[in-house]
């Protein structure tokens, strides 16, 4: 085993210049005991306390959001990643997102749950100061105080520095008053504290501001009426003269927008972590209903388009989760060199959040769209009972497709992720242009064609390799061609966002599975085998498509012709026969009459 300084080599965005490492590498199956407790513990309370009362949390039965969260954090759930001396447990990041996942699955309660211990907590105990860390987080680490996040506004959405609510200091000096409108604030209904952002004065950029509901002036529209998460609270928030006392301005003034980008880089990949548990739910009630279900006298399983599904779904899900854990450890293993290094711990917690915000994009839009696609599927297995409000997919079915929008749309986190990589390389912090001009180099080269392997999964990482290649080859083109104008082709740089994003899924899935044929042998991880090459093969094609349709919307004549034949030399594979190896998966998965990956 490496060091932790050897282990966090990586920087952030370098799996697309550089081979990953298995030592450096964490996957689910190597949670402790203790974490896997914490994961049991709140399992059962979901199974307990949240899936009997589902009906009653849509319908917002006065109190029972309170009195659930009050529950939760009577088990600790909600201090999870507190300090000790702040009344918390104290653990990592990845054992955070575990919690997260196993209450994925909570429908509006996850929303309430992740609003209140994320976007709600972690702007105090990162960026405040001793004295309001003193008076808030522990009671927010209990459930005490309720927590929600006011950014939004109605015409400050993706662009959130734009936002209009405003502060100036009374003329005693003693309180900021705040005014404004804020909208779509989950717990807004009953949250005690709210982290609200506003420019005081004339500033350019906003400032935090933590907000107890008491201070008063604060007034509220009725709840809103929502396609989904119907028993999460959302309030619009009127602001008017509310009195904030000067000591609650957090961090400096006109650092709110910075405090906002990296409370949103967790808020992201902890989206994707509650995704996976709740796909993994809809996963199997599918497999049992699969099961169940009897037309032309035999059980829907038996059907090969049943059993597409199933294994699709089941194949995604493993992908995400396998790059969810791993960008999770990164951020822990960069966490703990930093303090090793002297960082004091809250900034060192920040400081590797951000190190990794283009895996956390990435995750963010690959776990909503995975959920969404499972979701579907769900429903379309059920048949009519899938539409039926009886039955359990309609709901999952409503409540997934918010998050495709939540902690940044999709569209917007896909330019970030290609963004921060270029800026990342123009500061010399990531050498991205080195590597993708050997690729263009290497075009006028023999090819050497990727060739079959007797030892598990090495073909299929020597794909991943030529597909890294394709991806620097189509970015290294896009930028040299566009230069400056590249940010403005917003379908081009989406392209390459998703060339980007399938290649850090599909090595995070095949180093998951390498990892566990180390531990456990090849036998016993056959169907996690398929899975792999499962997604490894749809990678080449999702990387062809994305690759030619941005060669062609900007290369022209010789230069496409010849940036087209090194995409296909990059992305030429041996034949696979995808569908019996979905009929594989399905088979076991159907036999365990679970998801049992």
Known sequence: METTDNKTAIKGGEFLVREANLPEVFIPEEFDEEQLMIKKLSEDFLATEITPNLDRIDNQEEGLMQQLLDRAGELGLLGISVPEEYGGFGKNFNTSMLVTDALGAGHSFAVAFSAHTGIGTLPILYYGNEAQKQKYISKMATGELK?????????????????????????????????GQKMWITNGGFADIFIVFAKIDDDKNLSAFIVERAFGGISMNPEEHKMGIKGSSTRQLFFNDCPVPKENLLSAREKGFKIAVNILNIGRIKLAAAAIGSSRKVIAQAIRYANERIQFNTPIAKFGAVRYKLAEMATRNFAVESAVYRTGQYIDDTYNVLVIQGMEPAKAKLKAAE???????????????????????????????????????????????????????????????????????????????????????????IPSFTEKDSMPLKYEQKIVAQLKKATLLVAGAAVQKLMASLQQEQEIVMNIADMVGTVYIAESTLLRVEKLIHQKGEQEVEGQLELA?????????????????????????????MLLAGLRRFTKVEPFNIK???QRVAKQLLSANSYCF
Not at 539 to 561: C, H, R
């Open 147 to 179: 927590a929600a996040y006011c950014l939004t506004e109605p015409n400050a959405g993706s662009d959130a520095n734009s936002g209009r609510t405003s502060a100036r200091l009374n003329t005693a000096g003693t309180h900021y008053l705040l005014n």
């Open 355 to 445: 190190e990794f915000a283009v895996e956390c994009a990435i995750m963010k839009v690959w776990g909503s769209e995975m959920l969404d696609y499972i979701v579907d599927e769900g429903v379309q297995l059920y048949g009519g009972m899938g539409y039926s409000a009886e039955a359990p997919m309609e709901r999952s079915y409503r409540d997934s497709r918010i998050n495709r929008i939540f902690e940044g749309t999709n569209e917007v986190n896909r330019l970030l992720i290609v963004d921060m990589l270029l800026k990342r390389s123009l500061k010399g912090e990531l050498d991205l242009m080195g590597p993708a001009q050997a690729v263009a180099a290497e075009l006028v080269t």
């Open 533 to 561: 090459r499962i997604y490894v093969q749809q990678a080449v094609d999702k990387i062809y498509m994305a690759g030619k349709e941005a060669l062609n919307s900007f290369a022209v004549g010789d230069e496409l012709q």
């Open 580 to 582: 019996e190896a979905r």
